[in-house]
């Protein structure tokens, strides 16, 4: 009798257990599927370490802030990024100041601001000395302009081993712009312009360049000149330069995770060399040769990787060759001037007053105030003053990318 009590027990555990099993399995697939409860993520001891370790890394950042890192981030970029899962598409802006290029920088942030639609990101390098009248500037402008960009600020930043060369290079910090592709490895892509440029079309349009490179494009820049006759390159450089009439480093649109996995072709190695391989070398082969500094470095590597380069017309990159002595660019008469570059110090004298009548009026602006009727407007009537020089009589070049540019972005 006591055998057949012992085997109906056995039997009974065995099938409870068995619908244990059946249940269990039902249950463990619900979880995994995401129905029901909701799914479930199983991490091993390992991964939970990891995840603990990253949750850690990032509250001592937090801890530590931008101080430490050389650079000032707006707390609205931060809020805005950790905020929203998915984040509107940011613009990277790049600039260098150095010496007296505070309120110079500050007008062109300004006019990329002013007329740019998506949000900017922009990327300061200066001399540390400057960087409190930045901050102290760009918070002091009106909340809803505020919200629409923010930026971080960098101290020069040099190779430790060469830095008093490569500053010395042509003018003081100009060297800068040849390494934020090692500088900002965080940053896929950046759009660099000098200190004297003002845009009178929005960052956006230019920033679109970037989804048509083909395979092997990485940098969208335009000519030194259109008119090989007066044209410097083709009559005087003393190296290897890009294209008829070399190109201006003013405006440069990089897609910098392309710069930083090429080998690029040269004429010191048969074989490619990485970006930061090359700039050294470079230098100490044509530095008795080179005049211009970083923009003939920048000529004497597109020369030789022409593939890798990307022409875009003389109207985004307008500077007074291109009327000082007629207008000899054929997009800016068809379309009108996108980006003036106001080189050679022609916003501070009275050599161009035309360019000099572009960057007062956009200095002058009060973001408050109608920007048809207290920008465009004042512009238009300065430049009939100017008429007696050669950009002067294309006055309307100058006029016809803003005037479309300030009533698209503010209307309404």
Not at 288 to 308: A, K, S, V
Not at 362 to 378: E, G, K, M, W
């Amino acid at each position: 009798m006591r055998r057949y009590i012992r085997a109906f027990l056995v039997c009974t555990v065995l099938a409870v257990l068995s619908v244990l099993y059946v249940y269990s399995k039902l249950f463990y697939s619900t979880l995994l599927d995401g129905g029901g409860v909701g799914r479930m993520t199983f991490l091993s001891p390992a991964a939970s370490q990891r995840r603990a370790i990253g949750q850690g890394t990032k509250l001592l950042e937090d801890r530590k802030g931008p101080e430490s890192q050389h650079w000032n981030n707006r707390n609205i970029m931060r809020q805005r990024v950790e905020s929203d899962p998915s984040p509107a598409p940011i613009m990277h802006l790049g600039v260098v100041a150095c010496g007296q290029r505070l309120e110079e920088t500050l007008t062109m942030v300004k006019s990329a601001v002013l007329l740019s639609s998506k949000q900017l990101l922009l990327h300061l390098f200066s001399e540390e000395l400057l960087h409190s009248s930045f901050t102290l500037a760009l918070e002091s402008w009106p909340g809803h302009v505020r919200s629409r960009f923010s930026y971080r600020l960098y101290p020069i930043t040099l190779p430790q081993e060469h830095a008093a060369e490569w500053r010395k290079l042509f003018k003081p910090c100009a060297s800068q712009r040849l390494f934020l592709p090692l500088i900002l490895k965080d940053v896929d892509s950046l759009l660099y312009v000098d200190s004297d440029v003002v845009f009178l079309e929005p960052v956006d349009a230019l920033w679109a360049f970037l989804t048509a490179f083909n395979s092997t494009q990485l940098v969208a820049m335009a000519p030194e000149h259109e008119e090989p006759r007066i044209a410097w390159y083709n009559r005087f450089a003393r190296h290897p330069y890009y294209g008829r009439t070399g190109i201006n480093s003013g405006v440069m649109l990089m897609n910098m995770t392309r710069i930083r996995s090429t080998y690029f072709k040269n004429d010191m190695t048969s074989v490619g060399l990485r970006w930061e391989e090359l700039l050294r070398p470079l230098l100490q082969k044509y530095k008795l040769n080179i005049t211009w500094g970083d923009q003939d470095l920048l000529n004497i590597i597109f020369h030789h990787n022409p593939e890798c380069l990307m022409e875009v017309s003389c109207q985004w990159n307008y500077r007074p060759d291109h009327c000082i002595y007629g207008s000899n660019c054929v997009s800016a008469e068809e379309a009108g001037v996108c980006i003036l570059h106001g080189n050679r110090g022609v916003y501070h004298d009275n050599k161009q007053p035309a360019f000099r009548a572009v960057y007062d009026a956009i200095n002058q602006y009060s973001f408050d105030a109608d920007p048809v009727s207290s920008l465009l407007r004042p512009l238009e009537a300065a430049l009939q003053n100017t008429t007696h020089t050669y950009c002067g009589k294309a006055q309307h070049q100058l006029t016809k990318r803003l005037a479309v540019s300030l009533t698209s972005t503010h209307r309404g």
